[in-house]
């Protein structure tokens, strides 16, 4: 089990400032995607009662539909909280030291990488079209110094607010670690 | 000759399909609860979200095996019981 206050790795006075999960509306979208799969073939069953009375109470069809049910079923709980645990686990987490990037894709893809807030050249928010907009959510890209390598945090909620946040940390571990290198100078 | 209506197979053949879905669904929910115990966030929501999948899980695995335990699975399938008979009194009716 992964402890927000025992970081892998932490570094002395490293504090967690975001924690950060995708907006709720990727829950939504779920929740919404489960309950309309779960309640046509019910509606329709409710619907055509007279008819599906007869095949489930038939001693050889009654079976099969409960097994056909049975699978249908069972499969969209599945599929369910297989998204819904993808949702849990792709998480950001922003100390005041580094950032942590854990992507979980499906059951058996993880990524889990970090980089130090001192690498960090540009920090980019979007948002994009009416539906972020209206539900402030968008995309931060964390693009370092060196590599072409960059951290996507996406559909996250208030991204813009969330830059700034990275921006003022990173100046303020630049500031930090520069003046680390002053002491260093002064005492050569 | 070969009469193709007379050839029947027992319901429960396909019991043994199901119960081949049930253990692909049981190792897919067991290594979905073993991510998020694993890999998830330490506190209160977790244990929600592990109680409500499983919960969940048990929940219909039990309703459907309480809903198939009252059919007799030795009853026969054959081509007569889905094609409509001569009377036409069938499943699906003639038209």
């Known amino acids: ?188 | 000759m070969f009469d193709l209506p007379s050839v029947s197979i027992p319901v429960s053949v396909f019991l043994y399909v199901y119960g081949a879905y049930m253990v692909f669904f049981l190792l897919y929910s067991l290594f979905n609860v073993y991510h998020l115990v694993r890999y998830g966030v330490y506190g209160f929501g977790l244990y929600t979200i592990v109680t409500i999948f499983t919960g969940g899980t048990i929940l219909l695995a039990a309703g459907s095996v309480f809903l198939l335990m009252g059919y007799d699975w030795s009853a026969p399938l054959s081509l007569e019981t889905i094609l409509p008979p001569a009377s036409g009194d069938g499943l699906f009716p003639t038209l």
Not at chain 1, 4 to 18: C, F, K, S
Not at chain 1, 26 to 52: E, G, R, S
Not at chain 1, 58 to 85: C, D, N
Not at chain 1, 115 to 141: H, K, M
Request: charged share 20%; with cysteine.
């Open chain 1, 1 to 188: 089990m992964f402890r927000l206050d025992h970081l892998p790795n932490a570094r002395p006075n490293e504090t967690v400032v975001l924690f950060i999960r995708r907006h709720w509306i990727c829950v939504f979208a779920i929740a919404v995607a489960f309950l309309f799969l779960t309640a046509v073939p019910l509606a329709l069953a409710w619907f055509f009662w007279p008819v599906v009375s007869v095949w489930f109470a038939h001693p050889t069809f009654g079976p099969l539909m409960i097994l056909g049910a049975s699978i249908y079923f069972l499969s969209i709980w599945l599929f369910a909280s297989i998204e819904f645990t993808d949702y849990y686990l792709d998480t950001w987490i922003v100390t005041n030291e580094r950032i942590i990037n854990i992507e979980q894709e499906g059951l058996f893809h993880r990524t889990a990488s970090e980089l130090d807030l001192a690498a960090v050249q540009d920090t980019t928010a979007e948002i994009r079209g009416i539906v972020q907009t209206v539900l402030s959510y968008g995309n931060v890209f964390v693009q370092t110094a060196g590599e072409q390598r960059r951290f996507h945090f996406k559909k996250i909620h208030h991204p813009e607010r969330i830059k700034e946040i990275i921006t003022r940390l990173v100046e303020e571990d630049k500031q930090r670690l520069s003046g680390h290198g002053k002491i260093k100078t002064v005492i050569k």
